[in-house]
Every structure is written in structure tokens, then in C-alpha cells.
């Protein structure tokens, strides 16, 4: 816990409400803005002319700078970090030709522990302070991402991820071990300092019916804990989950059958939903995590975003790293709206940002702690440098409002905008190569 009281100064951007429903009055922005933070959370946001800085606090200028929530990644797979970019296949294929054969080398700690420091080095270098990740079926693989994620201060989720079937040698657990280990697991984390446990069946086609239901009882068990798995990301996958489960409804229903649908479920991708689907989706309150750079790297398809939105859909926005292809949640956002555009949609910068903040943490059900610049939350803060390269620096110099000055950072910003991150009130140290 950070102790040091701290008065930030930049401009400030912080939400009242959700853009999707009020639009742009959702949006509390203070042009010259101040946050206070005391012992790790924010204990004040406000025009900088009304701060009143405590005779201890430690000051920091941003000047033109905007300061704002950190981003929350809803969903991702660390152990896909050194993978990303793999060429050249769709969903299934590039399961079985890239990321299995990467997922096996977690068995080993010291690769784990490894890839999991570089994860966290590349997540927080491109401003994102919480994550909810995959892991691989190795406990090994879970123990250095919380390890990790402790050490840094950090609140993140991950759970082992349950296959028992349809993968390799070396990459299977059974029904009974699935169980076992993942609720030894979220017995040992969730809860832990800033760490919370995730109960994670990859998806239909690689659980047999028998994992899917022991995992829906470990649910039930540890009602506190998220859910998260995959769900219609591609037409080929739908038609093999039909296959292999031929007395479902539907995909969503070889999740509900088992136990695993609800509110504190986080089902990626979604693209493929049946009207039924939708319908049964929202009257559980399942959270739905759009992936919008992976949709279209691996060629999945077009997800409606704004009609879920519309509709009441809980949704949150992530990279789906590795098949995602961007640790940026800044390009996550560009991908997003581009999708939207190629779905005849406009995504304001408003709903763009809320999606990559509020939205996911909504997912997270952690929207009291994190994912906005507000009194009483976790300080996890980043500071965006709204002219971090020649070409956004000029287009930057031209906006009159606001939403002009972001949106150019937002389409061509990376991690070269993100000046300064804090976790938790604490300043978080630059990433070394
Ligand atoms: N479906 C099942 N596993 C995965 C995965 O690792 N990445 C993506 N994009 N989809 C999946
Ligand atoms: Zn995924």
C-alpha cells in the first residue's frame, strides 16, 4: 500500500454515467484538472483552482497532458505473448499450429515466470493496469501470473484454463483434475491483495460435457469468483460445437447446461449469436468481451457492438492476446471503431474510451474499484501525452474540442502516449527494453 499523498495535475477526464445511454454528458472533463490520492485510491477530482494539497502531498505537473483511468483488458491470454503475430491461419488451425504447441512450454515454471514478467513489462508499458487473462492448463502457469501481478501491486484475474479434450499431448487435464487443481488454485489467490480467481474452460469444443459440469459445480461452490470462456468466434467452431453436442440448443446452452452461464460469466468474442443467444445472454446478465483486433487478424467476423449495446448487453473491450494483435488498448479502441464503421456504426470517443475502462470493469464486476478517475477508486491512473509522434502532433494542433484532441491518439496512438502509468497511487517504473 502507497502511503504517499499525491497531487496530480493535467487535464482530467472521469465518467458520470455511460456514454451509450446519455452520449457526451456522461463525460466530466476538467481542461485544467487535479487528482488527490490518498493511500493508493483517489480521494478527490476537480478543477485544479479548487484543489487543496494536503502539506505533505508530493506534486506532479502533466500540464497539457490527460489524465484518466487506467485501462482494464477484459479479455487476453498471457501465455500467447511471445506467439502473437503468427501467421496465416484461422481459428482452429491456428490453435493446433501455434498456440498449443506454445501453451505446452508453461509446464516449466521458469518459462512461466518468464513470460509472465515480459506480459506485465508490455501490459503496463502500453497503459493497461488491469487484466483479465487466461492462463494455460498448468497450475505452474497461474502461480507466476499472480506471483507477478502481486509483486507489482497490480489487480488482475487469470484461472487455470481446463482442456480435456481435442488438444495435444501435454496440453490435456481430466475432469477431476480441472476441478481439483483450479480449486486449489482460487483457494490459494482469489482474493489475495488485489487478485481475484477466474474459473476457465477454454471453450465447448476442448471440455467434455463431464469438465464443463465439474467446473459449473466448482461455480456454484465459489460463487464469488468470474467465469470466463469462448463463445461463436467462428462459424466453423459453431458448426463443431453443434456437432459435438448434439442435444444443446445452441453454444450458449453447452455453457447454461453445465452451470456456466451468469452474470459474472466474461464469454469472448460473441460474434456469431443466435437471436435466441442474444436474448438469453442478456436476461443473465453474461458479460460479453469484444476482441475487435482478433476479430479480424484470425478472420472472425463483425461484432454488433453498438445493437448489443443498445439492447442492454454488458460489454467490455479486450486485445485477445495473442490472437489479438496489439498489447495496445488505445489500437484495441481504433480496431473497434473501424469494425463499427464496416458495420455502418460510429463509435463516439467517448463510448470508445467508457468501453476500455468502465465497460470492462463492469465486466470484471469490479467497476467500485477501477476503471475511473473518481473518488473512492483504486489509483490506477495513466497519463496520455495527446502528441506523442509528428503525426499526431499535427493533427492534434488543429482540434477545437476535446474529442478532437483524443481521437487522433486513440486511431494512431500506441504505447509511446502513455507517459506515466500509476498502480494503485504508485508510480510505476518506465519498462526497460
Ligand atoms: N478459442 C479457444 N481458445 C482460444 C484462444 O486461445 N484464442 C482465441 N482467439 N480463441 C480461442
Ligand atoms: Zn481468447
Given amino acids: 500500500m502507497e502511503t504517499t499523498t499525491k497531487l496530480i495535475f493535467g487535464q482530467t477526464l472521469s465518467f458520470k454515467g455511460n456514454p451509450f445511454v446519455e452520449g457526451v454528458d456522461a463525460v466530466q472533463h476538467h481542461r485544467h484538472g487535479a487528482v488527490l490520492i490518498e493511500n493508493g485510491r483517489i480521494s478527490w477530482v476537480g478543477p485544479a483552482e479548487n484543489a487543496k494539497p494536503p502539506a505533505n502531498a508530493e506534486t506532479h505537473q502533466f500540464g497539457e497532458k490527460l489524465v484518466m483511468a487506467g485501462f482494464v483488458d477484459a479479455h487476453l491470454h498471457y501465455p500467447q505473448t511471445a506467439m502473437i503475430a503468427s501467421w496465416g491461419k484461422r481459428l482452429i488451425e491456428w490453435l493446433n499450429t501455434y498456440t498449443f504447441p506454445e501453451e505446452i512450454r508453461f509446464k516449466d515454471p521458469q518459462y512461466a515466470d518468464l513470460i509472465a514478467k515480459r506480459y506485465f513489462d508490455l501490459a503496463i508499458g502500453h497503459g493497461t493496469t488491469s487484466m483479465c487473462s487466461y492462463a494455460t492448463i498448468h497450475p505452474e502457469s497461474v502461480e507466476a501470473f499472480f506471483a507477478e501481478a502481486k509483486r507489482r501491486g497490480i489487480r488482475a484475474y487469470t484461472g487455470k484454463t481446463c482442456m480435456d479434450r481435442n488438444a495435444p499431448d501435454g496440453l490435456r487435464d481430466t475432469a477431476q483434475s480441472a476441478y481439483d487443481d483450479s480449486k486449489a488454485l482460487a483457494k490459494k489467490w482469489h482474493g489475495v491483495d488485489r487478485l481475484g480467481y477466474v474459473i476457465t474452460p477454454r471453450f465447448s469444443p476442448t471440455s467434455s460435457p463431464e469438465q464443463l459440469e465439474a467446473l459449473g459445480a466448482l461455480w456454484a461452490e465459489m460463487p464469488d469468483c468470474l467465469m470466463q470462456t469462448h463463445i461463436s468466434e467462428q462459424v466453423e467452431e459453431v458448426a463443431w460445437v453443434r456437432e459435438l453436442f ?188
Fill in 246 to 433: 448434439p442435444d444443446a440448443r445452441d453454444y450458449l446452452d453447452t455453457y447454461e447446461k453445465h452451470g456456466l452461464l451468469g452474470a459474472k460469466g466474461i464469454y469472448g468474442h460473441a460474434i456469431h449469436l443466435t437471436e435466441r443467444e442474444k436474448a438469453r445472454a442478456l436476461e443473465t446478465g453474461a458479460g460479453l468481451a469484444h476482441c475487435p483486433t482478433s476479430n479480424t487478424f484470425i478472420g472472425s467476423g463483425i461484432f454488433d457492438l453498438k445493437g448489443l449495446s443498445a439492447a442492454g448487453q454488458r460489454v467490455g473491450l479486450a486485445t485477445d492476446i495473442g490472437g489479438g494483435s496489439s498489447f495496445s488498448m488505445l489500437h484495441t479502441m481504433a480496431a473497434a471503431y473501424e469494425v463499427g464503421q464496416l458495420n455502418g456504426t460510429v463509435l463516439h470517443p467517448a463510448e470508445l474510451l467508457w468501453l476500455a475502462t468502465c465497460g470492462s470493469a463492469k465486466l470484471l464486476h469490479a467497476q467500485d474499484q477501477i476503471g475511473n478517475l473518481a473518488e473512492g477508486m483504486e489509483a490506477d491512473l495513466i497519463v496520455l501525452d495527446l502528441a506523442s509522434t509528428p503525426v499526431i502532433a499535427q493533427r492534434h494542433a488543429e482540434a477545437d474540442t476535446i474529442w478532437e484532441a483524443i481521437f487522433p491518439t486513440i486511431m494512431m496512438g500506441d504505447d509511446r502516449a502513455i507517459s506515466n502509468v500509476f498502480i494503485a497511487g504508485k508510480l510505476a517504473p518506465k519498462p526497460v527494453g
